[in-house]
C-alpha cells in the first residue's frame, strides 16, 4: 500500500478516531487504526468492538491495500510534522514508513488480517440534523448513571416516532428528558434504543466538528446502530435490558413554580456549593416571598447563603437538593431564564429552561434530606 496525502486532512480524520481506540487492552490489534487505499481516498477504522468509527479523506493512492498502525502513536507524530503532504508507504512486513519533508519515520503495524470487520448499515431508519442531536445529547448526557452495575442506566433512551425525537437519561436521582419536534424523512413506525454513554460523547465530537444543519442518516439493527454524516460512519453496540418507564417519574402534580435568572442562579449555588458536604453536596432551597434563598453549611468548614429575587407569592418551601445535579441543568441551558416547579420538600422538584419552549426539556430531581 502506498499513498499521499494532506498532513491537515490526515490529522483531522485521525483526531476522530482517538475516543474509539482503546488504549488499554488485551487485544493489541484495537489500539491500532485499519488504513485502506483504493480508487482517490483512503479509509480510517477504529474499533473497541462495543463502537466503530469509519472515515476517509481524498489521497493521492500509488499502490492499493491495507494496513494496522498503532492509532495513538500515528496521530502523535503527525500531529507534529510541517503542514505538507505526507508519504505513506505499508511494507508486506507490515511497517509502515513515512516521508515528510525531511523527516522520515518507520512505525511497525500489524496485519489487517485480524482487524475485526465492522457489520454493514442496514436501510436507513431516519434523517436527523447533527445539531439537533448534538443538542440533545449535551442536554442528557450527564444524567447518565456512571455506575456499570446499573447498565441500562449507562446510556440514554432514544425513541424516533413520527413528529419528533426524545432523549432520556437517568441515574435514579434525577432525570433528564428533552424532545425536538418536526418530521424526520424516513420514520413509518416508532423507533426505541438504549445508546450507550461513549456513543454519545462520540457523537458530540462529530456535531462540533460540522455544520449544525448537517443530515445524520441513522439506522438500526438487532445489535447495533448506525449513523451516517457524509464520509463518517459511527456504530455502536445497542445496550440490553429495559430502561425504567420515564413518562411515570415525570411529575404530574406540581402547584408551585418560580422564575429565576439562570446565570444568577447558577452563580449563588456554585457559590454556596463550596460550603456545601464534599461527598452529598447537599444544598438548600428556599423558595420564600419574593426571593429564593439558597444556603449551605458545613459545621467545620463554614456557611454560605445567597437571596436571589423571585416572583413568588405561595406558602414558603425549603428542599435540600444536590448541588451539583442543579448547576449540570444550569450549565447546559440557553436561555435567560429558567422555572423551577415544586410540590413540597419531600416531592421531586423539576427545572425546565424559559421561553417558548419550556415543555421540550425537562429536568427532574429527587429531593435530599439534610
Same mark, same amino acid.
Given at each position: 500500500?502506498?499513498?499521499?496525502?494532506?498532513?491537515?486532512?490526515?490529522?483531522?480524520?485521525?483526531?476522530?478516531?482517538?475516543? %474509539?481506540?482503546?488504549?488499554?487492552?488485551?487485544?493489541?490489534?484495537?489500539?491500532?487504526?485499519?488504513?485502506?487505499?483504493?480508487?482517490?481516498?483512503?479509509?480510517?477504522?477504529?474499533?473497541?468492538?462495543?463502537?466503530?468509527?469509519?472515515?476517509?479523506?481524498?489521497?493521492? %493512492?500509488?499502490?492499493?491495500?491495507?494496513?494496522?498502525?498503532?492509532?495513538?502513536?500515528?496521530?502523535?507524530?503527525?500531529?507534529?510534522?510541517?503542514?505538507?503532504?505526507?508519504?505513506?508507504?505499508?511494507g508486506d512486513n507490515h511497517w509502515a514508513n513515512l516521508v515528510c519533508g525531511r523527516s522520515k519515520t518507520r512505525i511497525a503495524g500489524m496485519s489487517?488480517?485480524? !482487524?475485526?470487520?465492522?457489520?454493514?448499515?442496514?436501510?436507513?431508519?431516519?434523517?436527523?440534523?447533527?445539531?439537533?442531536?448534538?443538542?440533545?445529547?449535551?442536554?442528557?448526557?450527564?444524567?447518565?448513571?456512571?455506575?456499570?452495575?446499573? !447498565?441500562?442506566?449507562?446510556?440514554?433512551?432514544? %425513541?424516533?416516532?413520527?413528529?419528533?425525537?426524545?432523549?432520556?437519561?437517568?441515574?435514579?436521582?434525577?432525570?433528564?428528558? %428533552?424532545?425536538?419536534?418536526?418530521?424526520?424523512?424516513?420514520?413509518?413506525?416508532?423507533?426505541?434504543?438504549?445508546?450507550?454513554?461513549?456513543?454519545?460523547l462520540e457523537l458530540q465530537k462529530l456535531a462540533s466538528d460540522s455544520d449544525p444543519a448537517a443530515i445524520v442518516q441513522f439506522s438500526g439493527d438487532?445489535?447495533?446502530? !448506525?449513523?451516517?454524516?457524509?464520509?463518517?460512519?459511527?456504530?455502536?453496540?445497542?445496550?440490553?435490558?429495559?430502561?425504567?418507564?420515564?413518562?411515570?417519574?415525570?411529575?404530574?402534580?406540581?402547584?408551585?413554580?418560580?422564575?429565576?435568572?439562570?446565570?444568577?442562579?447558577?452563580?449563588?449555588?456554585?457559590?454556596?456549593?463550596?460550603?456545601?458536604?464534599?461527598?452529598?453536596?447537599?444544598?438548600?432551597?428556599?423558595?420564600?416571598?419574593?426571593?429564593?434563598k439558597v444556603h449551605s453549611s458545613v459545621s467545620e468548614t463554614g456557611e454560605s447563603e445567597e437571596s436571589i429575587p423571585a416572583e413568588y407569592n405561595?406558602?414558603?418551601?425549603?428542599?435540600?437538593?444536590?448541588?451539583?445535579?442543579?448547576?449540570?441543568?444550569?450549565?447546559?441551558?440557553?436561555?435567560?431564564?429558567?422555572? !423551577?416547579?415544586?410540590?413540597?420538600?419531600?416531592?421531586?422538584?423539576?427545572?425546565?429552561?424559559?421561553?417558548?419552549?419550556?415543555?421540550?426539556?425537562?429536568?427532574?430531581?429527587?429531593?435530599?434530606?439534610?
Amino acid at each position: 500500500m502506498e499513498f499521499t496525502v494532506s498532513r491537515a486532512d490526515l490529522v483531522r480524520e485521525l483526531n476522530l478516531s482517538q475516543g %474509539v481506540v482503546e488504549k488499554k487492552t488485551t487485544i493489541p490489534i484495537l489500539s491500532n487504526v485499519l488504513v485502506e487505499a483504493d480508487g482517490d481516498r483512503i479509509h480510517l477504522t477504529a474499533t473497541d468492538l462495543e463502537l466503530g468509527i469509519r472515515c476517509s479523506c481524498a489521497a493521492r %493512492v500509488k499502490k492499493s491495500g491495507a494496513g494496522t498502525i498503532p492509532a495513538r502513536r500515528l496521530l502523535d507524530y503527525v500531529r507534529l510534522l510541517p503542514d505538507s503532504d505526507v508519504q505513506v508507504k505499508v511494507g508486506d512486513n507490515h511497517w509502515a514508513n513515512l516521508v515528510c519533508g525531511r523527516s522520515k519515520t518507520r512505525i511497525a503495524g500489524m496485519s489487517r488480517d485480524s !482487524f475485526p470487520e465492522l457489520p454493514e448499515m442496514p436501510e436507513m431508519l431516519a434523517e436527523i440534523p447533527i445539531g439537533v442531536l448534538g443538542a440533545m445529547i449535551a442536554k442528557t448526557v450527564f444524567a447518565i448513571s456512571s455506575e456499570e452495575s446499573r !447498565f441500562t442506566l449507562n446510556g440514554a433512551l432514544l %425513541v424516533l416516532r413520527k413528529g419528533g425525537i426524545v432523549m432520556v437519561a437517568t441515574d435514579g436521582h434525577r432525570l433528564a428528558m %428533552v424532545e425536538s419536534s418536526g418530521e424526520l424523512p424516513g420514520v413509518n413506525a416508532a423507533f426505541r434504543a438504549l445508546l450507550p454513554r461513549k456513543a454519545m460523547l462520540e457523537l458530540q465530537k462529530l456535531a462540533s466538528d460540522s455544520d449544525p444543519a448537517a443530515i445524520v442518516q441513522f439506522s438500526g439493527d438487532e445489535n447495533h446502530l !448506525f449513523f451516517r454524516l457524509g464520509d463518517r460512519l459511527l456504530l455502536s453496540r445497542k445496550l440490553t435490558g429495559n430502561f425504567p418507564d420515564y413518562e411515570r417519574v415525570l411529575p404530574k402534580d406540581q402547584p408551585n413554580s418560580v422564575t429565576l435568572q439562570r446565570e444568577e442562579f447558577r452563580a449563588a449555588i456554585e457559590r454556596v456549593a463550596q460550603f456545601s458536604d464534599e461527598r452529598s453536596r447537599a444544598i438548600r432551597v428556599r423558595v420564600g416571598d419574593g426571593e429564593v434563598k439558597v444556603h449551605s453549611s458545613v459545621s467545620e468548614t463554614g456557611e454560605s447563603e445567597e437571596s436571589i429575587p423571585a416572583e413568588y407569592n405561595g406558602t414558603p418551601v425549603e428542599i435540600g437538593f444536590n448541588a451539583q445535579y442543579l448547576i449540570d441543568f444550569l450549565r447546559v441551558v440557553q436561555t435567560d431564564q429558567v422555572s !423551577f416547579w415544586f410540590k413540597d420538600p419531600h416531592s421531586a422538584g423539576e427545572l425546565r429552561p424559559g421561553g417558548d419552549k419550556a415543555d421540550t426539556y425537562r429536568y427532574v430531581i429527587m429531593p435530599m434530606r439534610i
